[in-house]
């Protein structure tokens, strides 16, 4: 556990550090395991450290055949996913992905998965650099 | 150090909350306090429907559920978000009750009976816990029972590979012991709310 912590910790410490990779921090980055090649979502907190806007784009998975960015809508007592172009970051903001608003929807599983695996995923910025972020598969229950 | 200590105890922390919550809001009671969920107590028909049930391909009826506190929703397995939220929020609050869990039937009805085959159906109910029941319906079947409690489904567009979302009731109903319907959850509803009502319900 101790170590899970700390590889956790210079993990975070990584991402901001890597070369190339756009200033900002990702967190709680996990994906809510469903049975067979059902489609999952990832959700997780994001937090923009640079100095202008900031725009993610798009995310993709060795993992995965097609990964989207998604957003649960809620109207007059229905809910539909959309499809999101990209999700702006303001310097300094954080946007959170979690149940029931936006997330990644990661679809056509390559391989089996069973929770307490790790995914890796790559989120792709406006001005094209990368970031890859470890995502964590959890059970299906649980908010 | 925080962060990844709360990834590991997510799923256990939110059930816990819900047995602490709902403890409160009884301990908290009147003798007949409002309901937690929204009261449509004869607003609509009684649990009335023909449909198979995945886990075993049986035919089975509405009525087939009397005795039992029953929850409707509607849904499909290709919803990574909206579902699998709500079933596991629903999952929590029957959790909640204990050993009346088993006097308890959630009753997930697919609207995309195309994509859903029972067998797949039958895997994404268990994934959320041993009272949630897949049923699936011919487009007939399910439109008699969607039109029955005034909700509507719809299918987007087919993509490159030939998926489509589907546009679906966000609503959860709650029907008493005899079939009679009684609360409506909304997606903003707490797992401890619906606890709190189930345990009402049960107790009737």
């Known amino acids: 556990m101790k170590q899970a912590l700390l590889s956790a910790l210079l993990l975070a410490v990584t991402m901001v550090a890597q070369a190339g990779a756009p200033p900002v921090t990702v967190s709680d980055a996990r994906i809510r395991w469903l049975p067979g090649d059902l489609p999952m979502a990832g959700y997780f907190s994001i937090t923009s450290h640079a100095s202008g806007p900031t725009k993610l784009v798009g995310a993709a998975s060795p993992d995965f055949g097609h990964v989207m960015l998604h957003r649960s809508v809620h109207e007059g007592g229905m809910a539909r996913m959309v499809h999101v172009d990209g999700v702006d970051l303001a310097p300094g903001q954080t946007v959170t992905f979690v149940p029931g608003s936006y997330h990644l929807m990661l679809m056509q599983r390559k391989k089996d998965l069973q929770p307490g695996e790790e995914v890796p995923v790559t989120l792709r910025f406006g001005d094209g650099e990368t970031l890859e972020v470890p995502f964590r598969v959890e059970g299906a229950q649980g908010e | ?204």
């Open chain 2, 1 to 204: 150090m925080t962060r990844a200590r709360a990834g590991a105890g997510r799923a256990v922390g939110a059930c816990l909350g819900t047995l602490l919550l709902a403890g409160l809001l009884v301990a908290c009671g009147h003798s007949a306090p409002p309901w937690g969920l929204r009261d449509i107590t004869g607003l609509m028909p009684p649990l009335d429907f023909t449909l198979t049930e995945a886990s075993d391909g049986a035919t089975v009826h509405g009525k087939d559920f009397q005795g039992h506190v029953v929850l409707l929703y509607f849904g499909y397995t290709h919803c990574p978000d909206v579902c699998p939220t709500t079933l596991s929020r629903i999952a929590c609050a029957v959790a909640a009750l204990g050993p009346q869990a088993e006097q308890v039937r959630v009753l997930f009805v697919t609207v995309d009976p195309a994509r859903d085959t029972l067998a797949q159906l039958k895997t994404y109910a268990a994934a959320f816990g041993p009272q949630i029941v897949g049923l699936r319906g011919s487009q007939d079947e399910i439109k008699a029972l969607t039109k029955r409690y005034r909700v509507s489904y719809g299918y987007g567009k087919p993509d490159a590979h030939g998926d489509y979302e589907v546009s679906h009731s966000s609503a959860v109903y709650v029907f008493d012991r005899e079939g009679e319907v009684r609360l409506l959850a909304d997606s903003t509803a707490e797992a401890a709310v619906i606890t709190g009502d189930l345990k009402r319900l049960l107790a009737e």
